[in-house]
């Protein structure tokens, strides 16, 4: 093993695979796949994260919890950010950044809901208010309260 190692420093095979695992646009200004996703994902992740832990959820009160009001606005700032990275900048890092928002936007859509799940499991439990996991995921997943108007 540490024979085909030495061949593959030697090479040059082993490092241009690693350059190869970074996989990110020369140019960005972020520099690597972990970069943009802790940019992309960190409002709605902090967001999910408060509500979820006990003694931290305390943001999201039904006495004027400030999370509330900024809960909705974790999808359309990934969706925005989206249209900016994908309509901007030169040809491949336009066509780097499709590909990386065509596999990272259904994968935060698809893990929404059982964070929902989680998140209103946590308020129910933690302050006794009513929230139904499909009620966190619609404000969480909705840039308007499309639920008032039925």
Do not use: D
Not at 18 to 29: A, C, F, I, R, V
Not at 55 to 60: D, L, P, T
Not at 82 to 93: I, M
């Amino acid at each position: 093993m540490l024979r085909y190692y030495h061949a593959a420093v030697s090479s040059g095979r082993l490092t241009q695979a690693l350059g190869m695992l970074q996989n990110s646009p020369q140019g960005t200004e972020h520099s690597s796949l972990v970069g943009e996703l802790f940019v992309t994902y960190c409002l709605p992740a902090v967001l999910l994260t408060a509500a979820i832990v006990p003694g931290v959820n305390f943001v999201y009160s039904g006495h004027g919890g400030f999370a509330w009001l900024l809960l909705p606005l974790g999808t359309p700032f990934v969706l925005v950010r989206a249209l900016l990275k994908c309509t901007r900048g030169p040809e491949p890092t336009r066509a780097w950044f499709r590909r990386f928002f065509k596999l990272s936007v259904p994968v935060y859509a698809a893990l929404l809901m059982p964070l929902s799940w989680a998140a209103a499991t946590s308020i129910n439990s933690t302050f006794g208010l009513e929230v139904t996991p499909l009620q966190f995921f619609s404000v969480a997943a909705a840039p308007f309260p499309w639920w008032y108007f039925r």
